[in-house]
C-alpha cells in the first residue's frame, strides 16, 4: 500500500515536470539570428517525416540564396497545441512572416485568427487549412492532395485494363492528405464497373506497419490485384512483404505518392508500377517567395497550388535530381 | 484472456472470411512477427518494472539504434552518411546498434541509481533525447540503400527467432538466477534488498543497460527489416511494450512479473491487430477497442488474482 502511494505520488511530481519541460519544448529555441534582423518563422509539423525534410531542407536552401531572408524553424511533433504555442512566440519575437505547415489542419482557423489579430502574414505550406476562403494577408502553397490520388488510381486503373480488385492503404487518419487521397483512389475504382476495393486499413504512413499490413491481407487469402497506398514509405512496404511471400514481381501492382527517391529506386527496378511527383522544391520556393511578398505589403493569390505529376517506368528518370 | 480474444476472432472470422483465423501457420507467424520488435522491449521493460522502474526510452531508443546501425551498413553511393564507412562487414552495424542501445541504458540506470531522480523522469529525459539526436544524426534524412546481408537480419522468420531466444534467455535468468533474485528482490523491498547485501546500484544500471542492449537489438531489426533507419521509428513503441506487460501480469509497483506473461500480452497485441484486418473492422474503431481490450485485461488478471490469494 504504502508503495502504491509513492508511485502515485512520483507518477504525479513526473506529470507536472514533464508539462514544466513541454513548456520549454513548446519554444521555437533561441540563438538563430540577431534579434535586430527580421526573421520569418517555419512551424513544421514534423522534423522526422522523410517528404517534410526534404520540403524543409528546401526551404532552408532556397532562403540562402534571398538577401536579407533569414528562417527560423520550430518542430510541433505533430502535436498542434505545441504547434500553436510555437506560432505565438513567433508573433511575440516580431517575425517578418509565419509559415506553417500545420500539425492538425481542422486547427487552422484559429492560427489564423493568431496571426490576423497580430497582423502578421500567414503562409500554409503543403498541408491545406480547413478555411474555404482566406483573409488578406494569409495564404496556401501547395498541391491538390485528390489530384494526387486521382492520377495514382487512374495509371493504375490503366495498367489492370480496368478490371480487378484494389486494396488501399490510408495514412494517418487525421491527416487530410491521406483523407483526400483515399477518397480519390474510392472515387476512380467506382468509375469502373470492372473494378472494387476489397480491403482498406489504416498504416499509419509508415514503411513498417505497411509491411505489416500487407503480411496480414496476404495471409487473409485476400484476393488483391492492386495495392493503392496513401504514399511511397507504405507502397515500399508492402512491395518487400509480397516479395517475403514469394510472389512473382509484377503479379500484384502497387501506387504510391510522393516520388522519393527510395521509391524512385523500386520504380527503376519494376516493383513500383506508380508514384507521384508532389513538388516539394516548388512548394518550398512558393512559400518562401509568398511570405517575403506579404512582408514587403506585396498582394498574393490565396491559394497557390503547385501541381502533382504522375511518375511511371517511363519516365521516372527525369525525376532523380528533383 | 488471450483464449477468449483468439476464440472470438475466429468465430467473426468464420462468418466474414469463411476460413479459419487460426489454422494458418503463415497467419499465426505473421501475428507473432509484427509484434516480436515491441516483444523484445517489453522483455526489457519487464525486468525494470521488476525493480519497481519504468523506461519511457525504448521506443526512442529503437529509432536511435536503428539510425546509428543503419548508417553503418549502407552500400557504397550518393547517399551514404558517412562515404568512408561503407560496405564493412554486418557485424560491425549490429555491433554498433547494440551498442548505443545499452549505452542509453548505462545512461538510464546511472540517472537513476545516482541522483535518485524518479526512473520515470530520467526515462523520460532520455526518451526525448534520443529521439532528437536520432533526427540530429542525419538532420532528419532516412537512411536508406543498406547491404543485403544487413537487411537479411530482418528478412522472414528471423525476428521472431530473436524474440523466443530473448525471452527463453531472460526467463531463465530471472527464474533460476542471483540476477533474477536481485532483481526480484530490490522491486519488493529495495531497503531490505540492500540490508541483505545486495548492492542495488549496480544491479539497477544493469537492469536498465539489460533493457537499453534489447531496445537497441530493436532497433537494429527494425532498421534490418525496413531496409532504412528512419528517425521516426519506433514512435510509441514504448507504450505497446508497457502494456503488453502489465497485460501480462506485471505490476507496476514492482517485484510480481514474469516473462512467460509478457510474451502472452504481447501476443495479444498481435492477435488483435491481426484480427482487426481479417475480419476488415474499421479502421476508426481499432484504437478505440485496443484501448478498452488492454485495461479490461488488467482487470481481469486482477480480479483473478485476488480469487486465488482469497
Redesign the interface.
Known amino acids: 500500500m504504502r508503495?502504491?502511494g509513492n508511485?502515485l505520488r512520483?507518477?504525479l511530481?513526473?506529470a507536472s515536470?514533464?508539462v514544466l519541460?513541454a513548456s520549454f519544448?513548446a519554444g521555437p529555441g533561441c540563438g538563430a539570428g540577431s534579434p535586430a534582423e527580421p526573421v520569418i518563422g517555419v512551424a513544421m509539423a514534423?522534423?522526422?517525416?522523410?517528404w517534410l525534410?526534404i520540403l524543409?531542407?528546401a526551404m532552408a536552401d532556397h532562403a540562402s540564396t534571398l538577401p536579407g531572408v533569414a528562417l527560423q524553424f520550430a518542430d510541433a511533433q505533430g502535436d498542434v497545441a505545441r504547434q500553436l504555442s510555437q506560432i505565438q512566440n513567433f508573433v511575440a519575437q516580431d517575425a517578418a512572416a509565419i509559415i506553417v505547415n500545420a500539425a492538425d489542419t481542422t486547427a487552422t482557423p484559429s492560427m489564423t485568427k493568431i496571426a490576423q489579430e497580430a497582423g502578421v502574414p500567414l503562409v500554409y505550406v503543403n498541408r491545406r487549412p480547413a478555411e474555404t476562403t482566406l483573409p488578406k494577408g494569409v495564404v496556401f502553397v501547395g498541391s491538390d492532395d485528390l489530384e494526387a490520388g486521382t492520377l495514382e488510381m487512374e495509371e493504375l486503373a490503366r495498367l489492370m485494363n480496368h478490371r480487378g480488385t484494389v486494396a488501399v492503404m490510408?495514412g494517418e487518419?487525421a491527416s487530410n492528405g491521406a483523407q483526400l487521397r483515399t477518397k480519390a483512389v474510392e472515387d476512380i475504382v467506382a468509375k469502373y464497373p470492372g473494378m472494387k476495393i476489397v480491403?482498406?486499413?489504416?498504416a499509419n504512413f509508415?514503411?513498417?506497419r505497411g509491411?505489416?499490413?500487407m503480411?496480414?491481407?496476404?495471409?487473409?487469402?485476400a484476393e488483391i490485384d492492386a495495392v493503392a497506398a496513401n504514399n511511397d514509405e507504405m507502397a515500399i512496404?508492402a512491395i518487400?512483404a509480397i516479395q517475403?511471400a514469394g510472389i512473382p514481381a509484377g503479379k500484384v501492382l502497387v501506387g504510391g505518392v510522393d516520388a522519393t527517391?527510395?521509391a524512385l529506386a523500386e520504380v527503376a527496378r519494376g516493383t513500383l508500377a506508380v508514384t507521384v511527383f508532389q513538388d516539394a522544391r516548388g512548394q518550398a520556393r512558393g512559400a518562401v517567395d509568398a511570405a517575403v511578398k506579404l512582408s514587403r505589403g506585396e498582394a498574393v493569390d490565396s491559394f497557390v497550388w503547385i501541381p502533382f505529376e504522375l511518375v511511371t517506368r517511363e519516365n521516372y528518370k527525369a525525376f532523380l535530381d528533383r | 484472456m488471450l483464449v477468449g480474444i483468439v476464440v472470438l476472432f475466429e468465430l467473426l472470422g468464420w462468418s466474414v472470411r469463411g476460413t479459419s483465423f487460426l489454422f494458418n501457420g503463415q497467419r499465426l507467424l505473421v501475428m507473432v512477427l509484427q509484434v516480436s520488435i515491441i516483444g523484445l522491449l517489453a522483455i526489457g521493460v519487464t525486468q525494470v518494472i521488476l525493480t519497481g522502474g519504468i523506461d519511457l526510452s525504448s521506443g526512442s531508443v529503437v529509432a536511435l539504434s536503428a539510425m546509428v546501425a543503419a548508417s553503418l551498413a549502407q552500400t557504397a553511393g550518393p547517399r551514404a552518411v558517412f562515404p568512408s564507412l561503407v560496405d564493412l562487414p554486418v557485424v560491425i552495424p549490429v555491433a554498433a546498434g547494440l551498442a548505443t542501445g545499452a549505452l542509453a541504458g548505462w545512461v538510464n540506470g546511472n540517472l537513476i541509481a545516482l541522483t535518485r531522480i524518479p526512473p520515470f523522469i530520467a526515462t523520460l529525459g532520455m526518451m526525448v533525447s534520443a529521439r532528437g539526436l536520432a533526427r540530429y544524426y542525419t538532420r532528419g534524412q532516412p537512411v536508406s540503400m543498406l547491404s543485403e546481408t544487413y537487411t537479411r537480419i530482418g528478412e522472414g522468420a528471423l525476428p521472431v527467432v530473436m524474440f523466443v531466444i530473448a525471452a527463453a534467455v531472460f526467463h531463465v535468468l530471472l527464474r533460476y538466477t542471483r540476477y533474477g533474485k536481485y532483481t526480484y528482490a530490490i522491486g519488493a523491498n529495495a531497503q531490505a534488498a540492500r540490508i541483505s547485501g545486495i548492492h542495488v546500484t549496480r544491479h539497477l544500471v544493469l537492469v536498465y543497460t539489460v533493457a537499453g542492449l534489447l531496445s537497441g537489438l530493436g532497433g537494429v531489426m527494425t532498421s534490418a527489416r525496413a531496409a532504412s533507419g528512419q528517425a521516426g521509428m519506433g514512435m510509441s513503441y514504448e507504450l505497446d511494450a508497457i502494456a503488453a506487460a502489465v497485460i501480462g501480469g506485471t505490476s507496476l509497483s514492482g517485484g510480481i512479473g514474469r516473462i512467460t506473461g509478457t510474451v502472452i500480452g504481447t501476443v495479444i497485441l498481435g492477435v488483435m491487430t491481426s484480427g482487426f484486418t481479417f475480419i476488415g473492422f474499421d479502421a476508426y474503431i481499432q484504437d478505440i477497442v485496443k484501448g478498452v481490450v488492454i485495461v479490461l485485461a488488467v482487470v481481469i488478471d486482477r480480479y483473478r488474482h485476488r480469487e486465488v490469494h482469497a
Request: hydrophobic share 35%; net charge negative; charged share 25%.
Open positions: 508503495e502504491g508511485v512520483s507518477v511530481k513526473a515536470v514533464s519541460l519544448m514534423h522534423f522526422d517525416d522523410n525534410t524543409r531542407t490510408v487518419l480491403e482498406k486499413q489504416v509508415q514503411r513498417e509491411l505489416d499490413l503480411n496480414n491481407w496476404l495471409t487473409a487469402g512496404g518487400m517475403q527517391p527510395d
